[in-house]
């Protein structure tokens, strides 16, 4: 089946930059998404990528599609404590409207 | 503003009791709603897909007597988990989605479901 990863950790300092990467293995694709997740909280939809784009950007974040490679990073720029948060990549198969769901990447932001 | 909600957010009862979770979208008819289990410090998993007015499709794996959906109308979905045991312990979250393709899903903020 298809598969979606990540790295399992980041640890940035306040006011760096945080990248955060994701590949998959689905070639049929279409969109793929980026979700936040607070402890015990449900997930938050940050942004998302249709799968002709390369890049989209939306304030602090900016998301870069490498279709080719099949690699989707998240990149957060100005990092802040609150932006501690385990952070999942997603996808929706073609035909298939559930998502696919990477491990998620625990974001740790160090003041 | 949430679009979708979920209630309750967190119950605990003890091992044999059914428990009905509640997933409403607020401010659109929702044909899709998806159910999602996660456990801790895990991804999610899709366990079902719940259509309204038709059954819902189960993931493998996933027993269809013990996770019952119903999607009665445009806007709401439950999920009983019937006789649950400690095992079936978990974060339970709901999503949902309108009829057009592709569009991002939006969650529930999840159900923490401590069985005793």
């Known amino acids: 089946g298809e598969d979606v990863e990540q790295s399992l950790f980041l640890s940035v300092r306040e006011g760096d930059s945080s990248v955060i990467n994701c590949t998959y293995t689905d070639s049929s694709s279409t969109y793929l998404y980026w979700y936040k997740q607070e402890p015990g909280a449900g997930l938050q939809l940050l942004t998302y990528i249709f799968s002709n784009m390369d890049m989209k950007q939306d304030q602090r974040l900016t998301v870069l599609l490498n279709k080719k490679d099949k690699h989707l990073s998240l990149r957060i720029a100005d990092t802040q404590t609150g932006d501690s948060a385990i952070y999942f990549c997603a996808e929706n198969e073609e035909g298939r409207r559930a998502l696919t769901f990477g491990s998620g990447t625990r974001l740790q932001v160090q003041p | 503003g949430a679009v979708v909600s979920q209630h309750p957010s967190w119950v605990i009862c003890k091992s044999g009791t059914s428990v009905k979770i509640e997933c409403r979208s607020l401010?659109?008819?929702?044909?899709?709603m998806f159910w999602y289990r996660q456990f801790p410090k895990q991804s999610l998993m899709l366990m079902a897909t719940s259509n309204e007015g038709s059954k819902a499709t189960y993931e493998q794996g996933v027993e269809k007597d013990k996770f019952l959906i119903n999607h009665a109308s445009l806007t709401l979905s439950t999920l009983t988990v019937t006789s649950a045991h400690p095992e079936d312990s978990s974060f339970y979250i709901c999503?949902?989605?309108?009829?057009?393709?592709?569009?991002?899903?939006?969650f529930g903020d999840g159900t923490r479901l401590s069985i005793l």
């Open positions: 401010d659109f008819q929702a044909t899709t």
């Open positions: 999503s949902a989605l309108g009829g057009i393709s592709n569009q991002p899903q939006h």
